[in-house]
């Protein structure tokens, strides 16, 4: 039965609170979309499909931990970093002095640069939205969007317009952290940039004004409790939340990381995508009991069918473990044999519980060879029979690995 399509109109969360957006944030928003409408054409209005909105306390560790999350969803993209975009000598000078640049700028700059192809996947986005306009001008993005996709949904350039997966992302430290942390940067620049000066090697590094002085650095992050904060907190409802302790080790903040952005298909697939793909389950599901159910299996075998079993035992400890352990090092062995005890799926489903359990992982490919036995004189063909070489390919901790480690 061919699949019932999917309306449209459900099939996108509803934005809330678009009726209740700032006057400010829509003059602005209408204003930018309509340049880039002009400029480009709505058609090539194609955005990133994954945005990750960093934001976080200053010295929380946004820069450290950026590849960190691009490698986590698999882009490969650099991150978008506002403050780089805003380079202007006016935009510096409100940044040195630990304020925010205007809103019509950052919107103009980050959404030129969200429809670049090399974001084409997804992007990290560090520094936006820090104000209540730019919150505003967001679920505005996202409604766009949403239309656009609607708008293409059914002709050849669907793909380029797809559901919109927007993650809010939090790296939180507390004042005290934030401003220790902060100086302590501006110490080590200081520090960096006296030995290049003193000894010609390397290159100077920018240093912020906030970095040095200590009233400065509980400023900014001032600023960034009573603007920013309140603005992303607003977005709990709406996008995905991600907020992170960041006080941590490098480890720490990682796994929260990690934790924070599971994949939910569920929440990112395309409603029709997901419900082709639902009966399937989940790895974490299938593992959860996957050491009782292989108990259960060889216990089974022995009761059941303690014959076969006994003749796989064998042949594992007579032909297969000799040539495991000569490779005990590499901790890869690849045996080839060609066994009429392998023909039957049972036995090889005894011999791969059997690895399992003692600890191996282990795979077997099964390979078809053709070997001519005669020639037929009539036809001067050549006959041959099927040789079946079963490839068993086992896999474990090496002491290579161990000594690596060590």
């Excluded at 429809?115 to 997804?122: N, S, V, W």
């Excluded at 996957?290 to 042949?315: K, S």
Aim: proline share 5%; aromatic share 6%; hydrophobic share 40%.
């Amino acid at each position: 039965m061919p699949d019932s399509p999917v309306p449209l109109p459900s099939a996108d969360p509803v934005q809330p609170g678009l009726t209740a957006i700032s006057e400010d944030a829509q003059i602005i928003f209408k204003d930018v979309w309509l340049e880039l409408e002009q400029d480009l054409g709505r058609e090539y209005l194609r955005f990133a499909r994954e945005i990750i909105l960093l934001g976080g306390a200053p010295g929380a560790g946004k820069g450290t931990n950026t590849s960190f999350i691009l490698k986590t969803r698999g882009l490969t993209c650099p991150p978008i970093v506002v403050s780089e975009l805003l380079d202007s000598p006016e935009a510096r000078a409100i940044k040195e002095a630990g304020e925010l640049v205007d809103d019509r700028e950052v919107l103009n700059l980050v959404l030129r640069q969200l429809i670049r192809e090399t974001y084409r996947d997804g992007a990290v986005l560090d520094g936006f939205p820090r104000t209540k306009v730019q919150v505003d001008c967001l679920r505005l993005l996202v409604d766009k969007m949403q239309k656009l996709r609607r708008e293409f949904y059914d002709t050849p350039m669907h793909v380029h317009f797809r559901r919109p997966v927007i993650h809010i992302m939090v790296l939180f430290v507390d004042e005290k952290v934030s401003v220790e942390r902060q100086l302590k940067r501006g110490r080590d620049i200081q520090a960096h940039n006296t030995e290049v000066q003193a000894t010609g090697i390397g290159e100077l590094e920018e240093i912020r004004a906030t970095d040095l002085d200590i009233d400065a650095a509980q400023k900014r992050y001032k600023v960034f409790k009573d603007q920013t904060w309140e603005a992303l907190q607003s977005l709990k409802e709406t996008f995905f939340y991600h907020l992170i302790n960041a006080t941590g080790s490098f480890d720490d903040v990682e796994g929260n990381i990690v934790k924070e952005l599971a994949y939910q298909s569920s929440l990112e697939l395309d409603p029709k995508t997901y419900d082709r793909l639902r009966h399937l389950p989940l790895a974490r599901e299938i593992i959860v009991h996957a050491r009782q159910d292989l108990v259960r299996r060889l216990d089974d075998y022995e009761f059941d069918q303690p014959e076969l079993f006994q003749h796989v035992v064998e042949f594992i400890d007579q032909k297969i473990m000799p040539i495991v352990v000569r490779h005990a090092i590499s901790g890869l062995a690849i045996v080839n044999r060609e066994d009429a005890l392998l023909d039957n799926p049972t036995a090889l489903a005894m011999l791969i519980d059997i690895f399992s359990d003692r600890g191996y992982h282990a795979v077997v490919d099964l390979h078809r060879i053709e070997v001519p036995q005669q020639v037929n004189l009539e036809t001067g063909a050549i006959e041959c029979r099927e040789k079946k070489v079963y490839r068993i390919t086992i896999r474990f901790r090496g002491s290579e690995i161990r000594r690596g480690q060590a």
